[in-house]
């Protein structure tokens, strides 16, 4: 059975840092890439960051670029999102979603694009 499972959501202040985590399990990073997507109330949900860990290949949303950090550790089947420099407009339900890591032609910002997803954690950055 496919599940992801995230934590390390919570409340913290402006210019704090927070890590999520993403366990996955049913399936190994090697064949799933994991995308981090947030929803803020009466928002849609958008693209935070991407991972293609058989190449390493990631991505981030403009608004977070040099702010979060995603890696992987294979080994544990897991994905990180280190967010630092948190602001107000970062409070949001956080995400995160596989798909398969040959995915091509559809950006990885794309949330339909994705097979799987976890059933969030809750940011929320105060000042």
């Known amino acids: 059975e496919v599940q992801l499972v995230e934590s390390g959501g919570g409340l913290v202040q402006t210019g704090g840092s927070l890590r999520l985590s993403c366990v996955a399990s049913g399936f190994t990073l090697d064949d799933y890439a994991i995308g981090w997507f947030r929803q803020a109330p009466g928002k849609e949900r958008e693209g935070v960051s991407y991972?293609?860990?058989?190449?390493?290949?990631?991505y981030y949303k403009d608004s977070v670029k040099g702010r979060f950090t995603i890696s992987s550790d294979n080994a544990k089947n897991t994905v990180y999102l280190q967010m630092n420099s948190l602001k107000l407009e970062d409070t949001a339900v956080y995400f995160c979603?596989?798909?398969?890591?040959?995915?091509?032609?559809?950006?990885?910002?794309?949330?339909?694009?994705?097979?799987?997803w976890g059933q969030g954690t809750q940011v929320t950055v105060s000042s």
């Open positions: 991972i293609r860990s058989r190449d390493g290949r990631t």
């Open positions: 979603a596989a798909r398969g890591s040959y995915t091509y032609g559809v950006s990885w910002s794309v949330s339909k694009s994705y097979n799987y």
